[in-house]
């Protein structure tokens, strides 16, 4: 059974396909979740995931159903293998938005329907499709373009770089020490296929001719209590004016948002003509729809029956 945990789920061809799908609608991808649900826990908030996954379910013809991630209780009402079971009664795929990735893991172990991850500590594989599909869409292709991404190396950058190294992108981490990748990590996404990866602690020679510049937050969901000595540690590296100038002349800014103004990202660079991150939101629908369709291709889901 195939599910989508991790960007490396996918293999180079594979992300293609995903690609190809997100891009069609419904007169090509059909209805392949008609009479099936899907349903979508969130054990944090979310904007752009939700209304996303849910509006790109009702694309293929499926139902989503929303839980808030204390109505189940991963854990604490059940176990999280008794809720999968049941659920998977119910729905075609079960999609989770958690704060520990294992929980992926141990749904996804039982094999009983696909899991999506919806966002973990770990990862954010949905986020770098959106990603992938919007710098395409600016680009062409990403082979041999440079991609930097300032700030945190966090759930968000780990699968923005598998995405980017899968597309032979050069990739550029910048980050303060202490939280930037590890030695092995960085030779982990080489080894995927990107054109080179290098990792500065300082923001403008990350964003050295590049050709897209990514940040997010400094403090994610669940690093709350970090806030203060986070906000010191990154306060040099602020995606601003003086970051941008160092790129290329046509280099885009992408942020997966929420941003906070005047923290990672300067106003005038996210609401100024480089900046893609309302078509990089929007195309978190397309990049869902194409995930589910490619999940359904893989796993033999086709206009069914009801369970
Ligand atoms: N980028 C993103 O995942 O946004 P939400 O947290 O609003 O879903
Ligand atoms: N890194 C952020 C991403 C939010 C979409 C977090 O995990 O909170």
Redesign the pocket.
Known sequence: MRHFLDTVDLSRKELARVMELATQRQETLGWPLADYGVALIFEK??????QSMEMAVVQLGGHPIFTRGEEVGFDVRESVEDITRILAGYHAMIAARVFDHTVLERMASLNDVPIINM?SDKS?PL?SVADVLTMREEFGSLKGKTVAWIGDYNNVARSLAEACALEGAHIRFGCPKGYGASDIELKRIEALGAASVVQVASATDAADGANAVHTDVFVSMGQEAETERRLRDFAAFQVDENVMAATDRDAIFMH???AHRGVEVAADVIDGPASRVVRQAHNRMHAARGVLAFLCEENDITKGDTK
């Open positions: 908030p979310s904007n752009r995931t939700r966002l954010h986020q997966c948002l929420p």
